[in-house]
Nanobody, 125 residues
Framework: QVQLVESGGGLVQAGGSLRLSCTVS????????VGWFRQAPGKERETVAT?????????YPAESVKGRFTMSSDDDRNTVHLEMTSLKLEDTAVYYC?????????????????WGQGTQVTVSS
């Protein structure tokens, strides 16, 4: 059974930090690329960070998070993380973990076929 389970969301003040985690199970790790995405109310799902199956070459398509968010993975590749620092009000959204097989991690959210249930991140002033 394929499962992507996010955790670590919550309420944080602006300027604070949060660490999200996504545990992947039921999928082989060969050629499995993983990404973090977010969706705010009334907005389209946005790609925040991608992590290629080779373990190198993370990308951060969302300009607004560059320098503040970092994606990483545990050595066993079962769990990926999104370290978020200097959080801003506009980072408030439901954050999703997505996965897709392929030679590289695509940047478009619509190219990912496996999804977690999402975790809410709320940044307050």
């Amino acid at each position: 059974q394929v499962q992507l389970v996010e955790s670590g969301g919550g309420l944080v003040q602006a300027g604070g930090s949060l660490r999200l985690s996504c545990t992947v199970s039921g999928l082989p790790f060969e050629r499995l690329n993983v990404g973090w995405f977010r969706q705010a109310p009334g907005k389209e799902r946005e790609t925040v960070a991608t992590f290629g199956w080779t373990g190198v070459g993370q990308t951060y398509p969302a300009e607004s998070v560059k320098g503040r968010f970092t994606m990483s993975s545990d050595d066993d590749r079962n769990t990926v993380h999104l370290e978020m620092t200097s959080l801003k009000l506009e980072d408030t959204a439901v954050y999703y973990c997505g996965a897709v097989f392929g030679a590289h991690a695509p940047k478009g959210a619509d190219e990912y076929g496996y999804w977690g249930q999402g975790t809410q991140v709320t940044v307050s002033s």
